[in-house]
């Protein structure tokens, strides 16, 4: 198990370094210097070069990210050109609100869409299994776009019931920043549900059909307890594991939501990055999605080994 | 005229230049409304308080004009519905929408909308470009040389930092220096180099021009949005983003918070120049990284304000009548370019059909539901003190369109049209493209991000649309993008003619000539078509019905010391 996690620390780390270089070479990909980027297309040409000059991005591309690389090393993520501030503080911050939003977010869908994945699979073929599966289904195909907008002018701008944006004001109390959370959490909610639901009741089903169910029915076990502890351990391992995947894209992946909602996530400081041609502010925000990505596959990953005494006794013979 | 009221009169002329003096000798003859005179003669420099008392001498009192913000010194002008009542009990706070800061708050950097809108409630400029014309700001008057190569700038007595040092001439000077690197070089260009301004005393700027500008003082307005006044102790200590943390301009609102990107909260600023006794105490800013979400939370009662909005996106609040939208005209236009030196836009006749071939008012209504002006193909809004309302309005003829690519032999000619991915533009593409089959060209849309656009073909494409921000005055649009050695000459228009015409233009501070040159030029334009301009777009906001007192400007600006919430 040590040797297992120890080489997917390993592999994770390699990831993320071919990360760094695929971002650096993706800004480089983007039309127009920083420079020209920062100081708009009507800028005279010797100020974009003097300020090029300043930023050091007229320099050989080699030179530039070998510097990056060493500074990030040292744990320096350097400064936002556009904003003239260390990336680390804005992206630690910005990551703290992600975590806040994504924590809502998994507090609401887990359990939701567990509980309906597992009435689905035990109530296979029946009326109550389709309209789970169906309305999961179509939930999952709505973007957060629609959705949300939806959402906000449901609830926030007709029904005033909840609102529509996701910043608490400063210094709000943990109830207040629950209550502006619950309509951003919710298009995320809608997206995960049908996914997780889908893989749980599947695997419900897998286990219902496995010779050890029919084994323990046979041998007169009750029903209740046959699925309790036959059938749901068994099925659970799967879901855990991916809904542990999730948490990477809960965290990072939340663009839309997090503009819509008006949240300052990493999301969010992604997509401003990438409007302005922020290279450190970009990579930056990247890596630390790239490593939530990690760290929540890693989990999911150890997690299933722990829960499966097959793979935890394959490690240890 | 009374003879006292004659005296009264000759006593300002005395004191104004040969330039005043001529916009009051017109004006005086009934060569010019009232309201012409106003706008005209804040450009030269008159005095509101001038200005009522020359207007009341030749009998026309006209109606009161409301003018927010200006000088309170014995204005003639009564502010319409004075002395608000102040009973009102507690702090008023508004809470006002704007857009995403697009990097740091520096004075050396602002580009974007965002940045304007915050950066204005703090700094101020020497003069503000409004709609009636260039406001006394920070400087009281300015005036020109006999040629208009050197201006001079008064500052107001008494002007005092958020800190409470006092606004000296040296801060105007190392503002001017420390903000010409940046953004504002393009402003400067060809007008004034950094190093010729120069501090008279405390309270008069001199500044030496490269070349005769009757419109500078427009330069060193809120038009030129970089300007803002700060003190020399802030350039000397000049890091990018210091202004984040030490924003201490003069302006009517002081920063207690700011957090780029999130929001912002200000205070009245008690020790304001001007009559700002009716100013909300507490302004709460909220920046939005997306329209949509700035008018859901509008809709939603989160916010007070909606500095500015699109058609496109918030067009359910036109027809809501618990919602008050104002319009704001703008110079802010699209150029579709047509290269003079690529067939087969070679031929003016070519050039003349496309620009024929659109129908201007169903364009506007198209794309913005009416809330723009039409445009004549020049760049010369109807805002400009230069626009000449009496050259005719280009229509759309079909006929003579098709007779014109019929004598040019151009029927069936493939182009392709490069557009930025911008607002509008991808879907005026559509109706260029609409409108030139009808003349039996056929016109391939190639969309681009804004980067790619103008990094590949902006300038080097042989039909393109570019969108132009609003400015005060055209003289970079007439001089940059259509003067043969122009930066941003994307048409490669090249006429001896025009740019002699141009430069006229530049030079000239009679505002009846500058009229007349712009008349002259957009028939210039008319006739050589190197572009076609089929609209003048006009700003949105949006207020909760009985809020009153919100002003904007072309620019962007927001202007809140005279809000009062309904």
Redesign the interface.
Known sequence: MLRFTLRRIGLALISLWLLTILVFIGTQLLPGDVGRRILGPFATEEAVAELNARLGTDRGLVVQYADYFTDLLQGDMGTSVAFARPVRDMVWNALKNSAKLAAVAFVLVVPLSVFGGIVAGLKRGTYVDRTITITGLSMTVIPEFVSGIVLILIFAVNLNWLPGGAAAPEGASFLTQLRHLILPALPLVLVLFGYIARITRSSVIEALDADYTRTAFLKGLPRRTVIRKHVLRNALLPTIAVVATQVGYLIGGLVVVEVLFTYQGIGRLIFVAAQQADFPLLAGGVLVVGVAFQVASLLADVLYGLLNPRVRLADAR | MSRREMRRVDAIRRQSSEIQNHVIDHYVAGKMSRREFLRKGSIVGLSLPFMGIIAAACGDSGTTTTVPGTTGTGAVTTVAGTAVATTSAGPVTVRVGMN?P???L?PV?I??LGRIQIFSQTAEYLTFSADDGLRPALAESWEPNADGTVWTFTLREGLVYHDGTPVTAEDVVATMDGIA???A??AF?GVWTPGNARAVDNRTVEFTLDAPIGSFPFIVSSDNYNAGILPKSFWDAYA??SYEQNAVGTGPWITE?FE????AVLRKNEDYWGDNSAQPDRLEV?????E??MI??F????IDVLPSFSVANGGALLDNPEVSVQTQPTAEHRQIHMRTDREPFTDARVRQAVALSMNRAAIIEGLWEGFADLGNDAPIAPVHVAYDPSVAQREEDLQQANELIDAAGARDADITLNVLEFEEVPLLAQLVQAAAAQIGITVNIQVD????Y???F?LDSTFGITNYGHRGVPNVYLSAALKSDG??NAAAYNDPDYDALVNTFLAEFDLDRQKELGGQITQKLLEDSPMGIPYFKSNLAAVRAGTEGLETTGMGHILLQDLQLG
């Open positions: 995403n697009a990097g740091v520096d950097l580009n974007d690197g940046g953004n070089s393009s260009d990018e983003g918070s780029n990107g999130v929001s909220t920046f939005f990284a997306d949509p979400a859901t939370a809709q939603e009662g989160r991000d804004a980067g790619t103008y990094s590949n902006w930066p941003w």
